[in-house]
Nanobody, 118 residues
Framework: VQLQASGGGLVQPGGSLRLSCAASGSIFSIRDMGWYRQVPGKQRELVAAIPRGGSAHYADSVKGRFTISRDNAKNTVYLQMNSLKPEDTAVYYC?????????????WGQGTQVTVSS
């Protein structure tokens, strides 16, 4: 499985960005899709996740500002980020979880930098 993330960049506080992450390769049995972020010196943290056929959940820090969605036909997960704050600055990673007869497998994208600054 390969994940290609895009959409990061530099934005002013209060602005918006939309991240996309497309999965390719052995993409059957994808259950969960999500976004994480990491800043230097800190652990990677969950931003938002959405299970197949289920409800999304969000980190408290982004509730009401970020929206995660997925297009199963395109094997793509999106993260719409509105009202961005400087503390949202991080490298954002997408992750998918596959469930097969042999186990549960996580796959990570390469990361895309989001910088919120005036």
């Amino acid at each position: 499985v390969q994940l290609q993330a895009s959409g990061g960049g530099l934005v002013q506080p209060g602005g918006s960005l939309r991240l996309s992450c497309a999965a390719s390769g052995s993409i059957f049995s994808i259950r969960d899709m999500g976004w994480y972020r990491q800043v230097p010196g800190k652990q990677r943290e969950l931003v938002a996740a959405i299970p197949r056929g289920g409800s999304a959940h969000y980190a408290d820090s982004v509730k009401g500002r970020f929206t995660i969605s997925r297009d199963n036909a395109k094997n793509t997960v999106y993260l719409q980020m509105n009202s961005l704050k400087p503390e949202d600055t991080a490298v954002y990673y997408c992750k998918i979880t596959k469930v097969t007869g042999t186990g549960v497998y996580d796959y990570w994208g390469q990361g895309t930098q989001v910088t919120v600054s005036s």
